[in-house]
Every structure is written in C-alpha cells, then in structure tokens.
C-alpha cells in the first residue's frame, strides 16, 4: 500500500516527503480554502515540484463540460496532476471523456460499491471511499474499502482504491489489511504513525546505558 498525504499544506509536505515514504498528495477543496492567501495554481505546482507521485487537485464546476475544461485547465500545470471529480452522473461524464485524452482523474465523494464500480467503468485510474465520513454517521467506512477492493480484483478492473478520509493510524492500518492500493492521511496521522512510546523509552535507555558505561553524552533521538 502506498501512503499519500492529504492536504493543501505545502511545509507539511515538503516535511513528510524527507521521510521518502511519500507517494503523492492528495487535495480538495475545503483543504486548499484553509491555507489562506496560497494562490491555487501556485501551491499546485510548489506541491507537484515536492512529489513525484500523482498530486490530486478537484474540479469546482457541476456540468459536464465545465468539469472537462477545468480538468484539462488542471491537467496542464503538470505531468503528475491527477484530476479529482465527484461521483455524480456529470462527474462520469466528464471522467470517460477525459479518459479518453489520457487525463488520470481520482473520482472522490465515494460512498457506495456502485460509485465505485460506476466510477471504474468510466475510466477513473482512483476512486476514493470516504471512511471517516462513513464512520461518522455510524456506517462502517472500512468494510465499504474491503468490498470495493474485493470488486475491483474479482473483475479485473485496474483502478486504485484511495482510502481516504482517515483520521487516525488504526485507519491506515485497517486500510493496508483491506487491501487498499493507498491510504491518503492528514499530516497529524503520519507523524502519529511513526510514533511509539516504546521506541522513545527504549531510546533513552540506550543513551543512558551507553553514558554510564562510557561516561559519553549521545544525542537523544526521537524528534
Ligand atoms: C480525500 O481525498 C479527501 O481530501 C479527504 O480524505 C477528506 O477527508 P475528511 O473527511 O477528513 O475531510
């Protein structure tokens, strides 16, 4: 499974990707309003300079046409944007046209196998479930993840399942066992990930066995 971040935040990207765990980034809407004074276009392309993976930017029009124009308007910034789109009746529309002209597009707002599988026939190269939102109003986010995953392979069909939505590490955890192609997560889980209380302790024993034996300060990994 490949990890992506999820948001419009370009120091948080620029810090995740020195990890070198980073395959791509995605966006929406409500995440690029939140960094306030950032010019769209700009953050774009400063984020598609940052990731060498796909870096999922999201149409605003609600026709077909409309969407078509601002997703090849999208998909000229650069070679790794991939096009986001709700799953509607125009948003299928304008996803099996465009790819037709080889633009990649993640069909998002995902709440339904339907959507997903509606979404696959169009020509999506992702589809992205949506499991916290699932969860939030008392459904099972992640069974949706299994059941799309179970779909995709037992038809064969190519598109990569994003679970997205995820709001802490047993998501990205629960998402690897689903079978999920990726798991895009807020910045805050990537950095909950890599943390465990045990390695920190463990650290610190280390460094406080090596100093009464050699008498030598080290410094105190864990950052
Ligand atoms: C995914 O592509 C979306 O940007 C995101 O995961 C939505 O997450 P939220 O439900 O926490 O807003």
Not at 58 to 78: K, N, P
Not at 91 to 97: C, D, P
Not at 143 to 151: G, N, Q, W, Y
């Amino acid at each position: 499974m490949r990890i992506f971040l999820d948001t419009a935040n370009v120091e948080e990207i620029r810090h995740g990707t020195r990890w070198g765990v980073i395959g791509g980034v995605t966006t929406n809407p409500s995440l690029v309003a939140k960094e306030e004074g950032a010019d769209f276009k700009q953050a774009i392309l400063e984020i598609c300079s940052l990731v060498d993976g796909p870096v999922c930017a999201e149409v605003l029009s609600g026709d077909a046409d409309s969407m078509v124009d601002e997703a090849r308007e999208l998909a000229s910034w650069a070679p790794n944007i991939v096009v986001k789109i709700p799953i509607t009746p125009s948003g299928l529309e304008a996803a099996s046209a465009l790819a037709r002209d080889n633009i990649k597009t993640n069909l998002t707002l995902c709440f339904s196998v339907n959507q997903a599988l509606l979404s696959a026939l169009a020509g999506a190269s992702y589809v992205s479930p949506f499991v916290g939102r699932l969860d939030d109003v008392g459904q099972d986010g992640m069974s949706l993840v299994a059941d799309i995953v179970e779909v995709f392979r037992r038809y064969q069909l190519p598109t990569q399942v994003v679970a997205a939505s995820l709001r802490h590490p047993m998501h990205c955890l629960a998402a690897a066992k689903a079978g999920a192609h990726i798991a895009t997560v807020p910045y805050k889980v990537l950095t909950q990930m890599v943390h465990h209380p045990l390695t920190d302790v463990g650290i610190q024993r280390f460094a406080e066995d090596w100093q009464k034996a050699f008498g030598l300060t080290v410094g105190l990994a864990g950052s």
